[in-house]
């Protein structure tokens, strides 16, 4: 009987030591992951604002293109666009 105690808590520790190996292995696992999904998430942010700031520029480039083009219409756009937000902000203060 005492030889099936041993037998058992062997076994239980072995069990227990192996158990313990895995969890060190994912958790060693899990951290990698992390940090290559980290990587990898900050290198697709950075091209996406590398993107964004291109488009950026293309668009003020076209806009100083056409305002020199059409200066008169854009003067035009420009009064109307403050016409508005002007009577926006006034009914704002009126309430």
Do not use: Y
């Not at 060190?24 to 990698?32: K, L, N, P, Q, V």
């Not at 990587?39 to 950075?46: I, V, Y």
């Not at 950026?56 to 200066?71: F, H, L, S, Y």
Request: hydrophobic content about 45%; cysteine-free.
């Amino acid at each position: 009987m005492a030889d099936d105690r041993s037998e058992v808590a062997e076994a239980w520790r072995r069990s227990t030591t192996k158990l313990s190996a895995d969890l060190e292995r994912t958790a060693r696992d899990a951290r990698e992951a992390a940090a290559e999904l980290s990587d990898a998430l900050r290198r697709s942010a950075a091209g996406v604002a590398d993107t964004a700031a291109e488009h950026v520029r293309d668009g003020a480039a076209t806009v100083r293109q056409e305002v020199k083009q059409r200066p008169l219409v854009w003067l035009a756009a420009a009064a109307g666009a403050g016409a508005v937000i002007g009577m926006l902000l006034a009914n704002s203060r009126g309430r």
